[in-house]
């Protein structure tokens, strides 16, 4: 087995399992998601070069675009400056040719109308949807820690208590957009942000819909939305989910957080892995890596059962196992102050 950096073996290499006839289903489905994108998603990739250079040093209503942050299938993101009250801001603006696309569009402006309505600490704030002409925006806060996929990418797996706090802030940011009636629906290490300060921040509400109201879905029949590694079965089948499909999805990202691999990884292709959500094992994160803790082995299986019935039914009754977990963990030999004791004896 290949090491990942980090000293521990991982598992790249193993021998990838067949399709089964019965994934024809799901290998008949459109899949818009990272890897393999739509059409539109495809038309902001063959633009990243040009976008970056595109804004930079523009204005775009009261902002000054200043540099250029990254893109993904929903647009360009650029770091800008608000003169009128001294605040950068980061800037998602849409392309052109995509806005012309009534459902990329309602898809994109969905985001900020569903990330607007919470204010919460574990949740990337949203300032202000605009257009200007043909180009749609929105401002929200910069996040200026980076993304937890990259963090992964560059310096392997977390610690557990480290992997259990980004969990658990995740967890915090969910529950709120679940009490507000919103589903994420692409929650990933890659839409987990930090702060300078080590808070993590759920972002892109892309894919968000109404946990009850059928009339904000916002893909065609037979479409399947997310990104594979972390979609949970009813995702992968093109069912209706509700907030129990993002607790499997934290699940499949707490995995790869402590293995530094995701989740049926040896699957092969995107279909496979797919399948493999739908039919597979639950993947024990143990096998990759033996120093994890049972207690988050169990919160794993727990997060990513097949039926969302046999899940946690809520993000608050996972974010208690993570607050037990960080709570063990971060347990220290009670400290005995010298001003306290009398003495002059150093800190344990």
């Known amino acids: 087995m290949a090491e990942n950096g980090t000293g521990r073996p991982s598992e ?21 998601a990272d890897g393999e994108t739509s059409s539109a998603a495809s038309a902001v990739n063959r633009n990243d070069e040009s976008a970056s250079q595109e804004w930079v040093g ?18 360009v993101v650029y770091k800008a400056h608000d003169a009128t009250i001294e605040r950068d801001v980061a800037i998602k603006i849409l392309p052109c040719e995509l806005s012309e696309d009534q ?3 309602q898809r994109f402006l969905a985001e ?10 574990n949740v990337v704030t949203i300032h ?15 996040v200026s820690g980076g993304c937890i996929a990259d963090r992964l990418e560059h310096q392997g797996l977390f610690s557990v208590l480290e992997a259990t706090q980004i969990v658990s802030d995740a967890c915090k940011g969910l529950a709120a957009a679940h009490a507000v009636g919103l589903v994420h629906r692409d929650v990933k290490p890659a839409n987990l942000l930090r702060t300078q300060d080590g808070t993590v921040k759920v972002a892109d509400f892309g894919l968000a819909k109404g946990a009850v109201t059928s009339t904000q879905q916002m893909t065609q029949a037979g479409q399947v939305v997310g990104t ?30 402590l293995t530094g691999e995701n989740v049926y990884h040896g699957a092969g292709s995107t279909v496979q892995v797919m399948y493999a959500h739908c039919h597979s094992e639950i993947p024990d994160p143990r096998k990759l890596n033996s120093t994890i803790p049972n207690a988050c082995a169990a919160i794993i299986a727990r997060a990513m059962a097949k039926q969302p019935a046999d899940r946690y039914q809520s993000a608050e009754a996972m974010l208690a196992d993570l607050h037990a977990v960080t709570a063990t963990l971060s347990a220290a030999p009670e400290i005995v102050l010298p001003s306290q004791s009398g003495t002059t004896s150093a800190l344990t």
């Open 12 to 32: 790249h290499g193993r021998t990838k399992k067949p399709v089964d006839s019965a994934s024809d289903e799901i290998s008949a489905k459109t899949i818009i």
């Open 58 to 75: 523009r204005t775009l209503g009261k902002y000054e675009i200043i540099e250029f942050l990254g893109s993904g299938a929903m647009g």
């Open 103 to 105: 459902t990329t569009l």
């Open 112 to 121: 900020a109308k569903a990330a607007g309505k919470l204010s919460h600490p």
């Open 128 to 142: 202000e949807i605009a257009h200007e002409a043909e180009t749609h925006y929105i401002a929200m806060e910069v």
């Open 228 to 257: 594979p590694h972390f979609m949970s079965p009813e995702q992968c089948e093109s069912k209706p989910v509700d907030h129990r499909s993002d607790l499997y999805s934290l699940g499949a990202t707490y995995y790869s957080l």
